[in-house]
T-cell receptor
Framework: ETGVTQSPTHLIKTRGQQVTLRCSSQ?????VSWYQQALGQGPQFIFQ???????GRGNFPPRFSGLQFPNYSSELNVNALELDDSALYLC????????????FGQGTRLTVV | AQRVTQPEKLLSVFKGAPVELKCNYS??????LFWYVQYSRQRLQLLLR??SRESIKGFTADLNKGETSFHLKKPFAQEEDSAMYYC??????????????FGQGTTLQVKP
């Protein structure tokens, strides 16, 4: 059984650019949630995907979008990057919409300059 | 508003001393409460959840609905307990999103 993996681990982008972050969920998990963790803060819920459909969204603008594939892996896309988007982005997978334990990836550190 | 508050950014204790990491929440319904832990250079992982009512690594947490608190306790701290601890709430929703609302975290430092 493999754990949650995220790629890349680090990324530097320029303001205004677009970025795609990737997440492979734990084997057998059909739900993926994305979180943004700014420095010194707790993770903040961005959105969740369950069986390829968005299933709940936090207080993030539409330029944050996502996708879940048939194998349940997921992407987080951020358009028109702003300096405040600099953060650690965490992916968590779980079974059945988070009714069981969420397993987190190691995160992608995004720096916007 | 749904909110989790951890009033202490840093808690420093000596080995063998009791530990209490505070967590207060704001939620009008019946939430599910969790404690997550992140050890140095490791990923965030679940420590315990209130519905399990179990003790993990000597830690316990009791949900107090009257005080809307879910404090994490351990009678005798060990050096290996040094880590960042996050309290989290999962609000009940009809569709069962299972999203987590995290507090800001408390760094526990256990000194030898």
């Amino acid at each position: 059984e493999t754990g949650v993996t995220q790629s890349p681990t680090h990324l530097i982008k320029t303001r205004g650019q677009q970025v795609t972050l990737r997440c492979s969920s734990q084997s057998g998990h059909n739900t993926v949630s994305w979180y943004q963790q700014a420095l010194g803060q707790g993770p903040q819920f961005i959105f969740q995907y369950y069986r390829e459909e968005e299933n709940g969204r936090g207080n993030f603008p539409p330029r944050f979008s996502g996708l879940q594939f048939p194998n349940y892996s997921s992407e987080l896309n951020v358009n028109a990057l702003e300096l405040d988007d600099s953060a650690l982005y965490l992916c968590a997978s779980s079974l059945d919409q988070g009714k069981t334990e969420a397993f987190f990836g190691q995160g992608t550190r995004l720096t916007v300059v | 508003a749904q909110r989790v508050t951890q009033p202490e950014k840093l808690l420093s204790v000596f080995k063998g001393a009791p530990v209490e990491l505070k967590c207060n929440y704001s939620y009008s319904g019946s939430p599910e409460l969790f404690w997550y832990v992140q050890y140095s250079r490791q990923r965030l992982q679940l420590l315990l959840r209130h519905i399990s009512r179990e003790s993990i690594k000597g830690f316990t947490a009791d949900l107090n609905k009257g005080e809307t608190s879910f404090h994490l306790k351990k009678p005798f701290a060990q050096e290996e307990d040094s880590a960042m601890y996050y309290c989290a709430l999962s609000p009940f929703t009809f569709r069962g999103t299972g999203k987590l609302i995290f507090g800001q975290g408390t760094t526990l430092q256990v000194k030898p």
